[in-house]
């Protein structure tokens, strides 16, 4: 498989704790029931299917943790762990509204696989299972105008000092246009606002280059300007993890998890096109590491960027993910 070479290797190999860094991958699909796409992961990886519910399998056997495979509907997944109660009224009136809210919401709602945090040497493994779920009939974000399916990953930070944090979120503003671009965003995806831009003014802030706060100041300021989940760079689960409190003192959105990784929100999932892969969005995400680990390259495209935000006719009319390919990014 020639996209199995593709992965760039990122300039930091070791997490916090100086162990191997780790990613989780989520993919959005439909075209495969949940059992179809259980028992291909099974097989390929030689895992074991358990049964949390109608609508959730949990796959066990992997030395890296569980993977899930399960349709992205909150509501029917809580419904489909409960049984229904046999010959009685209030169980078929029960059993009928589930089926009515399946057949509803399945055209919609997509399949989701999540994978356990791999060490990056294993994302390879992740493309492998692109390539056969593509090959048994996965559709993805393009097939129908409804799909609003995307891929999130979510890298480990390499540490927790805050100015390695502040680093890799002014080289994500300062790349964020580029990467849309190559994202080629679906409108479903757009529409549905599930991975929105950052705000303008939380932008210039974080681009001057004197802003280095310490990660409370970091925290405070994130949460200010961005107190929601749906940012293409999610950093809600990461603050939690850092500082529970603090980020809880502003939103009690349930859904957020603590954990010590980038939740990158962004790419669309087109996993039925035989070019495209993880290592797509992948790469894409090495290059802001890239440029977060290089300082005064970082500093000096920080007020490139200020300088086009600051004339009008630029932020109109210019190029600024064009002028990001000729003179900052390093791949394309």
Same mark, same amino acid.
């Given at each position: 498989?020639?996209?199995?070479? =593709?992965?760039?290797?990122?300039?930091?190999?070791?997490?916090?704790?100086?162990?191997?860094?780790?990613?989780?991958?989520?993919?959005? $699909?439909?075209?495969?029931?949940?059992?179809?796409?259980?028992?291909?992961?099974?097989?390929? $990886?030689?895992?074991?299917?358990?049964?949390?519910?109608?609508?959730?399998?949990?796959?066990?056997?992997?030395? !890296?943790?569980?993977?899930?495979?399960?349709?992205?509907?909150?509501?029917?997944?809580?419904?489909?762990?409960?049984?229904?109660?046999?010959?009685?009224?209030?169980?078929?009136?029960?059993?009928?509204?589930?089926?009515?809210?399946?057949?509803?919401?399945l055209?919609?709602?997509?399949?989701?696989?999540?994978?356990?945090?791999?060490?990056?040497?294993?994302?390879?493994?992740?493309?492998?299972?692109?390539?056969?779920?593509?090959?048994?009939g996965?559709?993805?974000?393009?097939? $129908?105008?409804?799909?609003?399916?995307?891929m999130?990953?979510?890298?480990?930070?390499?540490?927790?000092?805050?100015?390695?944090?502040?680093?890799?979120l002014?080289?994500?503003?300062?790349?964020?246009?580029?990467? #849309? =671009?190559? &994202?080629?965003?679906?409108?479903?995806?757009?529409?549905?606002?599930? &991975?929105?831009? #950052?705000?303008?003014?939380?932008?210039? =802030?974080?681009?001057?280059?004197?802003?280095?706060? *310490? %990660?409370?100041?970091?925290?405070?300021d994130?949460?200010? #300007?961005?107190?929601?989940?749906?940012?293409?760079l999610? +950093?809600?689960?990461?603050?939690?993890?850092?500082? !529970?409190?603090?980020? !809880?003192?502003?939103? %009690?959105?349930? +859904?957020?998890?603590?954990?010590?990784?980038?939740?990158?929100?962004?790419?669309?999932?087109?996993?039925?096109?035989? *070019?495209?892969?993880?290592?797509?969005?992948?790469?894409?995400?090495?290059?802001?590491?890239?440029?977060?680990?290089?300082?005064?390259?970082?500093?000096?495209?920080?007020?490139?960027?200020?300088? #086009?935000?600051?004339?009008?006719?630029?932020?109109?009319?210019?190029?600024?993910?064009?002028?990001?390919?000729?003179?900052?990014v390093?791949?394309?």
């Amino acid at each position: 498989m020639a996209e199995l070479s =593709k992965l760039r290797t990122p300039p930091w190999q070791q997490n916090a704790e100086g162990g191997v860094r780790r990613c989780g991958v989520e993919i959005e $699909m439909n075209g495969m029931s949940l059992d179809q796409v259980s028992d291909l992961i099974s097989q390929l $990886m030689s895992l074991s299917v358990k049964q949390d519910g109608r609508y959730e399998r949990r796959l066990t056997g992997d030395s !890296a943790g569980d993977w899930i495979v399960e349709l992205d509907f909150d509501l029917l997944k809580k419904i489909g762990r409960r049984e229904h109660a046999v010959d009685t009224l209030s169980g078929e009136v029960s059993e009928s509204a589930e089926a009515l809210l399946k057949t509803v919401s399945l055209p919609l709602v997509p399949l989701e696989v999540v994978s356990p945090p791999l060490p990056l040497s294993r994302l390879d493994e992740v493309e492998q299972l692109i390539v056969e779920l593509r090959n048994a009939g996965a559709r993805g974000t393009s097939d $129908m105008l409804t799909n609003a399916f995307g891929m999130q990953f979510n890298p480990e930070i390499p540490s927790q000092d805050a100015e390695l944090l502040v680093a890799v979120l002014k080289s994500f503003l300062c790349l964020y246009e580029w990467l #849309f =671009k190559r &994202a080629q965003i679906d409108l479903a995806r757009r529409v549905t606002l599930f &991975a929105e831009p #950052f705000p303008k003014d939380y932008v210039l =802030k974080v681009i001057d280059p004197e802003y280095w706060p *310490d %990660q409370s100041q970091l925290i405070d300021d994130y949460l200010r #300007f961005n107190p929601t989940r749906n940012r293409a760079l999610d +950093l809600l689960p990461l603050f939690k993890y850092l500082d !529970a409190p603090r980020v !809880a003192g502003k939103t %009690q959105d349930v +859904l957020i998890k603590a954990r010590p990784t980038w939740h990158y929100r962004l790419p669309n999932c087109e996993i039925d096109r035989p *070019d495209w892969g993880l290592y797509r969005a992948w790469n894409d995400w090495v290059e802001v590491e890239q440029l977060a680990s290089d300082r005064k390259r970082l500093n000096d495209c920080c007020r490139d960027y200020q300088q #086009f935000l600051a004339r009008p006719l630029d932020r109109w009319f210019g190029d600024w993910a064009g002028q990001l390919s000729k003179d900052w990014v390093q791949s394309s």
